[in-house]
T-cell receptor
Framework: DQQVKQNSPSLSVQEGRISILNCDYTNSMFDYFLWYKKYPAEGPTFLISISSIKDKNEDGRFTVFLNKSAKHLSLHIVPSQPGDSAVYFCAAAQYSGAGSYQLTFGKGTKLSVIP | DTAVSQTPKYLVTQMGNDKSIKCEQNLGHDTMYWYKQDSKKFLKIMFSYNNKELIINETVPNRFSPKSPDKAHLNLHINSLELGDSAVYFC??????????FGPGTRLLVL
């Protein structure tokens, strides 16, 4: 039972255009959401996060939108650059006790930015 | 000055062997994790340690045992390796803002 779903395994976008990566979740108990970027043979690196009490968070070219009623979040990258080509993981955090949060990851979307 | 490091990066071994993967973080974080990324590319949490106490233990076979000699280290020991253990194992540590920082991964192949 996947609690975090990224339904698009891949996405191709022209350089300079907007990339929109989508993520859906089923558990209303998630407290915040994160996006990670992963290059081949490297670990995931943190990109941006959003609390469940907000609907938008922006950091440079990256903006994350959260629609709680639809249990949907999206990552917008604008303008897209060839260096953005990577696998993007959506993750959702839920408090698991003793001061710790547990992350549940989606399967990832491979973004290819075409020069 | 790597924040979260893992050794070895690649590990090829025979079924039935016992192996360990080491993880170190120099970020001063209190909580560390082990994740497994399987062939279907899902990242799934295995363990987490907070101040040397195991606080999450998912349905992982008891052949897997995390060991934390101190706050900066969380090693993963695997007994009697099986073919299905082949995967990429990621270590991570968490800051006070709940963001997790991942190591580069250890690619384990069991033959």
């Amino acid at each position: 039972d996947q609690q975090v779903k990224q339904n698009s395994p891949s996405l191709s976008v022209q350089e300079g255009r907007i990339s929109i990566l989508n993520c859906d979740y089923t558990n209303s108990m998630f407290d915040y959401f994160l996006w990670y970027k992963k290059y081949p043979a490297e670990g995931p690196t943190f990109l941006i996060s959003i609390s469940s009490i907000k609907d938008k968070n922006e950091d440079g070219r990256f903006t994350v939108f959260l629609n709680k009623s639809a249990k949907h979040l999206s990552l917008h990258i604008v303008p897209s650059q060839p260096g953005d080509s990577a696998v993007y993981f959506c993750a959702a955090a839920q408090y698991s006790g003793a001061g710790s949060y547990q992350l549940t990851f989606g399967k990832g979307t491979k973004l290819s930015v075409i020069p | 000055d790597t924040a979260v490091s893992q050794t070895p990066k690649y590990l090829v071994t025979q079924m039935g062997n016992d192996k360990s993967i080491k993880c170190e973080q120099n970020l001063g974080h209190d909580t560390m994790y082990w994740y497994k990324q399987d062939s279907k590319k899902f990242l799934k949490i295995m363990f987490s340690y907070n101040n040397k106490e195991l606080i999450i233990n998912e349905t992982v076979p008891n052949r897997f045992s995390p060991k934390s000699p101190d706050k900066a280290h969380l090693n993963l020991h695997i007994n009697s390796l099986e073919l299905g253990d082949s995967a990429v194992y990621f270590c991570a540590s968490r800051d006070t803002q709940e963001t997790q920082y991942f190591g580069p991964g250890t690619r384990l192949l069991v033959l």
